[in-house]
């Protein structure tokens, strides 16, 4: 039989106290229709431990392994230390530049993850010249990209996943304003992804981009802030003989 796993994509909850409730009812069913849930960062709202601990009630439901990023938001309120050990409390692996292996239904699911971080694409991508504060801002971009480097050389399962909070393509930024663009994300992170390969990225922090692009080497990326989405979050079957299903859930909950 060929192997498959189900994947459920989101990010871009923005976690509150007052929003939890309704997170928590949305991701209820997670457990039945996916086999790992895999979370693009931007999980909280400000990144403030009660948004953790609301953060926390939502998640401590699930039933299937989690894998996470963190995202800017996370970060803002200088408590991302405290975010990531109640997520990992939570039974969430989260990526900081390395990587993680999930081994379900036979087979193995190895994930890649860096929250990553601004600069551009292509021809317009910022580089590292003139004042120091501009080498700063490109150098946090290429040390993710150089942890992401790192971690899928050494990355070895059946399936590969990519998982990020920035953007590492521009087609997945359509609809947000041009000049926002380079606060989005960086063409210095897919440089790794098509270097070594894998079989799916997944990001978020665009709101009002679009689901679906490609790297230029033609791997599969996927947009999955809520926002775009518009619904818990889209299901995505992995399968060893290079055929993907991607399934979104309706907006009542229903597949």
Known sequence: MAK????ALVADLHCRAD??????RGLEPVSDEADILVLGGDLCNMGREEEGRALQGVLAGIRIPMVGVLGNHDC???QAGLITRML??????VLQGDSCRVAVNGASVGFAGAKGFCGGFGTYCLTPFGEDEIKRFVGETRSD???LD???AALRADFRVTLLHYAPIRDTLFGEPAELYPFLGSSILSDPIDKHGCDLVVHGHAH??????????GIPVKNVAMPVIKRPYVV????????????KRNKDGSS
Request: hydrophobic share 25%; proline share 0%; aromatic share 2%.
């Open 4 to 7: 498959r796993v189900v994947l």
């Open 19 to 24: 929003t939890a409730d309704d997170l928590r």
């Open 76 to 78: 803002h309120s200088g």
């Open 88 to 93: 990992e409390d939570t039974g969430v692996c």
């Open 145 to 147: 990209a150089r942890k």
């Open 150 to 152: 790192d971690s899928m």
């Open 208 to 217: 009002h981009g679009v689901e679906d692009g490609e790297t230029q080497g």
């Open 236 to 247: 995505y079957a992995l399968e060893a003989n290079g055929q993907r299903r991607n399934r």
